[in-house]
T-cell receptor, first 112, second 117 residues
């Protein structure tokens, strides 16, 4: 297992609500990336945080936002949840932007 | 934009046999990394093997090896002596080494590998 931990592991929310997912990066890692994996699909890049600054974003609307804290842990916030936001959300940490990424076990979000 | 294509949604192999998973990609860049990740039912993505585009030699990790054909933009994974624990989803991924895209992975849709005892 990697040292990347995500919480919660499962979550059910109602359409229109807001959700916050958390990721604790592996010790020594200063970069966190978030991915959305819909059922039966490969993960899609949401955004990346490097030393507390957003550093690259995929094709996701502004209601997907994030934070990285001084200890390099990170949050993914999604506002105004839609049914299509139901997916596995994966966090990956690395030391620097171009180095090997280690993934957490993911958060399964279900929007009803 | 870069794309990654895995044309085999499902594959099956007999235990102890060899199987090859296919991956093609499209890019105009010359410097990049390619990866194979394994995702078991536990959901955690596990790095299987990586290949640097500037290296001509194919990467090998124990029973796992790749056939990297840069000109053809092909990157297949060969699993030798398949074991029951190899059963999982396998994802091919591309990572640019340039600018704002550096660090984010572009994944294919995956291949589900079953291993028969």
């Amino acid at each position: 297992e990697t040292g990347v931990t995500q919480s919660p592991t499962h979550l059910i929310k109602t359409r229109g609500q807001q959700v916050t997912l958390r990721c604790s990066s592996q010790s020594g890692h200063n970069t966190v990336s978030w991915y959305q994996q819909a059922l039966g699909q490969g993960p899609q890049f949401i955004f990346q945080y490097y030393r507390e600054e957003e550093n690259g974003r995929g094709n996701f609307p502004p209601r997907f936002s994030g934070l990285q804290f001084p200890n390099y842990s990170s949050e993914l916030n999604v506002n105004a949840l839609e049914l299509d936001d139901s997916a596995l959300y994966l966090c990956a940490s690395s030391f620097g932007r171009g180095t090997e990424a280690f993934f957490g076990q993911g958060t399964r979000l279900t929007v009803v | 934009a870069q794309t990654v294509t895995q044309s085999q949604p499902e594959m099956s192999v007999q235990e102890a046999e060899t199987v090859t998973l296919s991956c093609t990609y499209d890019t105009s860049e010359s410097d990049y990394y390619l990866f194979w990740y394994k995702q078991p039912p536990s959901r955690q993505m596990i790095l299987v093997i990586r290949q640097e585009a500037y290296k001509q030699q194919n990467a090998t990790e124990n029973r796992f090896s790749v056939n990297f054909q840069k000109a053809a933009k092909s990157f297949s994974l060969k699993i030798s002596d398949s074991q029951l624990g190899d059963a999982a989803m396998y994802f091919c991924a591309y990572r640019s080494e340039y600018g704002g895209s550096q660090g984010n992975l572009i994944f294919g849709k995956g291949t589900k590998l079953s291993v028969k005892p």
